[in-house]
């Protein structure tokens, strides 16, 4: 029989984290770290990577790692193999957000083929949608995909459509005003050049009649913003977590992503608005709605144009191969019961 690779080598490791690098994060801030040690990925917070004025106890920066670890862990079973992961493994370390460890070979479903088909067309989208409703069987694989990651997705009923995004525009007031925010909003409206942040033609249009409470990245540039009608009844998504900590806003963010590229394999386009999450008052009150689930995330979903992606980091920049310690080859090579036997 051929050669049957049992564990992947650091270069299809290496590719997988080049798939994770393509989550969505907080204003494209790319807060992540990746290395690669034998055969576990250690996932990392940047912890200069923080948003520390609308993300001052990075819960938005964990829940972009998230978002990074699920694709990480896609794009691993996409390539033929098994992996477990531990979230916040060493005590010591809190910016070691996940240890993901590949347990062998595993054959790919054909769920996870289509997901994963999904990474690279997957981009937030900043314009109107039409007016077409999302039917109730894909709200409910999107409702689903949150569960698969213990997160809950909740669709906002139409009377409550207008009084959520009535909040999300008193928030994004509220932020506007708050010191250093526009300073930190220029600091990730790229120019076109740069490797994170928004780039201007990610920026979106403005809605004509001032409803969609639009992050307003383009007001840091100089070009003047294009408008849109916007759909009148957006379709308003809700992500809640049972937990409030740490590793509930890891799990929120692999929620998140999973919801995303569902959202994306049925050409579905999303655009989070987290300034309902950022004003603490304001996520009480759609948490107190949600049941007293902490709501980590709220979406509008739709069908839109397909939109260009946005730019990302070097590779070498976020990722560090280290050789695994001697005593960890023989266990690694080995590999799991199941896939010795498929070896034989
Ligand atoms: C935690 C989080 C919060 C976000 N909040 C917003 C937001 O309020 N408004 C918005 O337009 N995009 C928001 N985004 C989308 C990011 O700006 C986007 O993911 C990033 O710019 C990279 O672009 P991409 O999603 O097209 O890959 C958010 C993303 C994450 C992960």
Redesign the pocket.
């Known amino acids: 029989m051929g050669s049957l690779v049992l564990v992947p080598s650091d270069k299809v490791l290496a590719e997988c984290v080049r798939s994770a690098t ?1 989550a ?5 801030s790319q807060p992540w770290r990746f290395v690669i040690i034998g055969n576990t990925v250690e996932v990392y917070a940047d912890p200069d990577r923080r948003l520390l004025v609308l993300d001052p106890a990075g819960r ?1 920066q964990l ?2 790692v998230g ?1 990074a670890l699920f694709t990480l862990r896609l794009a691993v079973s996409r390539a033929g193999f098994a992996s477990r992961t531990r979230l916040f493994p060493s005590p010591d370390e809190p910016d070691l957000v996940a240890r993901l460890t590949v347990k062998g070979r595993a054959p790919v479903s054909s769920s996870a083929q289509a997901l994963a088909a999904a990474i690279p067309h ?3 989208n ?1 314009w109107a949608f039409t007016a077409a409703p999302v039917p109730e069987a894909v709200l409910n694989s999107l409702r689903d995909a949150a569960q698969r990651e213990r997160a809950v997705l909740t669709v906002a009923a139409p009377p409550a459509r207008a009084a959520i995004l009535g909040l999300a525009r008193s928030a994004d007031r509220w932020l506007r005003a708050r010191p250093g925010y526009g300073t930190e909003l220029a600091r990730w409206t790229a120019t076109g050049q740069d490797r994170d942040g ?1 780039p201007p033609w ?1 920026t979106g249009v403005a809605d004509v009649r001032g409803t969609m409470p ?2 307003d990245f383009a007001e840091a540039s100089v070009a003047p913003r294009p408008v849109e009608t916007f759909e009148p009844q957006p379709t308003i998504l809700a992500l809640a977590t049972a937990g409030d900590r740490p590793a509930d806003w890891v799990r929120a963010g692999q929620a ?1 992503q999973r919801v995303l590229l569902s959202a994306t394999c049925q050409q579905l386009a999303a ?5 309902l999450v950022e004003v603490p008052a304001v996520r009480n009150v759609l948490s107190n709605a949600a049941g007293g689930l902490s709501v980590q ?1 709220v979406l509008r979903v739709g069908y839109g144009a397909a939109r260009a ?2 730019p990302r980091r070097p590779l070498a920049e976020v990722l560090t191969t280290r050789r695994a310690p001697a005593e960890a080859q023989p266990r690694a090579a080995r590999g799991t019961r199941r896939a010795r036997a498929a070896a034989r």
Do not use: D, K, Y
Request: charged content about 15%.
């Open positions: 393509s969505p994060s907080l204003h494209n938005e829940i972009s978002a997957r981009h937030t900043r928004v990610a639009l992050r998140l655009m989070p608005i987290s300034q995330m992606g946005t």
